[in-house]
């Protein structure tokens, strides 16, 4: 069942984003792209031949239709993953055996390691509802940010002949975390999930005290100072938690989109040594997309234990 979940929760991952990337591209990321092209023809071609080569450009790059269904490379990337995730733990779950061995030990050392992690931090009770997405948030940022260090990830594509040599203009991959529309409709699943929680272990009066209501016990005037004061505290709290949404997306997606930059500016920096230069920062970007990972799923973990833990002698609202 946990399989199941994690394999539906994966296709959610590529299929919402995917959704939100094709609005954000028609609405934001082709005002951006027109910008910096004219930013780089003012310039001079020196200038546009130094930001393509030493920068990786903030907006994907549509490499193909599907109708009037826009494709870009960081899409590209995300389809592929997921499709590798599902595939593997597929053939790893086929036939079970009681001692497992090869990907059926893998998988299973993996998804047990990912539960009993989380459970010492959210609990028994929170894990067993929870533990689908934050196994799969974890799981999918992993590999798409190793995905994005594959060679070839961003220096293959369709190209020019120019004057400094083989200019790559449309390169047929990206991180997909070095997308922001990935990162951001990422986030937002996150934030569906957390009120549809928050709700449930609550309630609507619940929640709304949660948020807002005074805690501790006081009496008389003070209990009155405390209300008005966890009122003021209750709304920068809405605000905090209406702002998490564009912190997390903004963490990950600042993270890989340095280190791929990293990458990118040490393999120019000696033409003749960029087989080798970039190789300690590969190991670095490595361990960042690990970390990153943990991050991401340990701040969506603890939110919404935050929400969903309740007071010692106070009972979760009944529904």
């Known amino acids: 069942m946990q399989l199941l979940k994690i394999i539906l929760a994966t296709v959610l991952f590529v299929a919402l984003p995917t959704m939100l990337v094709c ?8 005002p951006a792209k027109n910008a910096i092209h004219a930013v780089a023809t003012e310039a001079g071609a020196v200038a546009e031949h130094a930001a393509h080569h030493e920068e990786l450009p903030l907006y994907a790059v549509e490499i193909g239709h599907i109708g009037k269904f826009p494709i ?19 053939i790893a779950t086929a036939k079970i055996k009681d001692v497992p061995s090869g990907a059926q030990n893998f998988w299973e050392w993996l998804v047990e390691s990912l539960y009993g992690f989380l459970e010492d931090i959210i609990g028994h009770d929170l894990v067993k509802k929870t533990f689908w997405f934050f196994a799969t948030i974890f799981i ?9 260090l594959i060679p070839g990830v961003g220096t293959m594509g369709w190209g020019i002949k120019g004057k400094h040599g083989f200019e790559l203009t449309e390169p047929w991959f990206r991180g ?29 009066k619940g929640f709304v005290l949660h948020i807002f209501g005074p805690k501790g016990d006081t009496q008389g005037f003070m ?3 405390m209300i008005f004061v966890f009122l003021i505290v209750g709304v920068l709290e809405v605000v905090s938690i209406a702002f998490r949404p564009v912190s997390l997306s903004f963490r990950l997606f600042g993270n890989v989109y340095a280190g791929e930059n990293m990458l990118e500016a040490m393999s120019n920096l000696v033409p003749s040594l960029s087989w080798l230069i970039p190789i300690p920062f590969y190991f670095l970007e490595v361990l960042v997309g690990l970390v990153q990972a943990l991050v991401f799923m340990l701040l969506t973990a603890v939110f919404t234990l935050l929400i969903c833990q309740h007071e010692e002698g106070h009972e979760p609202a009944h529904h």
Request: aromatic share 16%; proline share 0%.
């Open 23 to 30: 609005a954000a591209e028609e609405h934001v990321v082709s």
């Open 72 to 90: 870009t490379n960081s899409m590209l990337v995300t389809w592929l993953v997921a499709a590798a995730i599902i595939i593997f733990a597929r």
């Open 140 to 148: 999918f940022i992993l590999f798409t940010n190793w995905a994005g």
């Open 176 to 204: 997909a975390n070095a997308d922001l529309n990935m990162t951001f409709a990422m986030s937002m699943i996150f934030f569906a999930c957390w009120i549809v929680w928050a709700f449930q272990a609550n309630g609507a």
């Open 223 to 225: 209990k009155l100072m």
